[in-house]
């Protein structure tokens, strides 16, 4: 079950919107462009004419790297939720388009996978390293591109209420109550190796601040590390102080989340495109987060969540937040090598070994055969490029 992105933070009393938001350019209305394909040729690569790529919730900083893909000329489409242009390698046309989804509320929750199978057109997906086991049979898919190092899913406590509380495990020593969205496998996983207690997880989490706010932080709560800490204390009024958290991947739950994925035929059928298009990727998501791309794209978030309009509340403050969270944290890091975007095949081992037996309890049928290395391939990243 898809869990990671169902976090409508929608706080009562907010400004939607807190400023009027201006476009990077005028988006263009024409069908074509007049741009001259610069160095890289994906259209010669054999690429699809529009790359259409599904992510998993709202436009949000996160997705920075792909919306950095984007260059002056753009077309918005507010009923369908989506943004198309051309397609820009730092700058230069590549000869294809392409066409981000917005996921979430935009899709009716549907999973990115579940997406993507729906309609052939969607060329790849955000699938989290848990979900592509969970769905090996019904919603196959292969990871090409990771663009987030570490999860940004975190578990958090009140400081004032908690102060001897650093940890997860912590959280397990004190028996505070945490309140989690239902179906969480990496709360079976904590829960099953003792970090938790099953009496310990209140499972009717909702999205909203007004249980942590009325019980004055004596529960903790799942959230996002690069947004619900700033949201609690500079927008959730009633709140209004710090929260301390701690990933579930620094406890131990090491997933790949949103992993840019295809459809396990498409690995062979397009490798020259993905050999053209990951390294594009990759240079788009160092370009952001050196700050080359950094205002243009934030401006553009901010434009496509006014327009898409879901009731999501978005600020500017709040992507500057998990802009400097996403570094700090190492949410944005290199892989195992001074390599941005590739896997760490020991960590997907890893990931793979805890949750096959959560998965056999719960009876989730698991392809026959299936294998670590069936997830991700390394094949399409360029090793030369990476953060500095």
Known sequence: MRITRTRAIVVAGLVAGSMALTACSTPTEDEGTDLTIGSIDLAAAGCPADIKIQTDWNPEA???????????????????????????????????????????????????????YSDDSIFMAYVGTDE??????DLPTVSVF?????????????????????SIADLGEAGATIRVFPGGVYIDYFVGTGVLKAEQIDSTYDGQPAVFVSEGGKVAQQGFASAEPYIYKNEVTEWGKDVEYQLINDAGYPKYAASVSVRPEDVE?????????????????????????????????LELVDAYDTGWVYSADVAEYSFDTQLEDGIIANGPDDTLGNFDVDRVKSL?????????????????????????????????????
């Open 62 to 116: 996160e997705h920075g790297h792909l919306y950095s893909l984007l260059g002056d000329e753009y077309k918005i489409d507010d009923s369908n939720k989506t943004v198309t242009g051309p397609l820009m390698a730092s700058g230069e046309y590549t000869g294809v388009d392409v066409t981000i989804l917005a996921g979430g509320p935009a899709v009716g929750f549907a999973q990115p996978n579940a997406q993507l």
């Open 146 to 166: 990771q663009p987030l190092e570490k999860d940004p899913q975190m578990i958090m406590w009140d400081p004032e209420t908690y102060p001897d509380v650093k």
């Open 132 to 137: 592509a086991i969970a769905h090996s049979v």
């Open 352 to 388: 793979f070994d805890i949750v096959m037996p959560i998965y056999a309890t719960q009876g989730t049928e698991v392809a026959e055969g299936l294998t670590a290395e069936d997830l991700y391939t390394n094949e399409f990243v360029d090793e030369t490029i990476g953060l500095k």
């Open 269 to 301: 059928e397009y490798s020259e495109c993905l050999t053209a298009l990951v390294p594009v990727m990759q240079q788009a998501e160092v370009d952001y987060y050196d700050g080359t791309t950094k205002e243009a794209t934030n401006t553009l978030i």
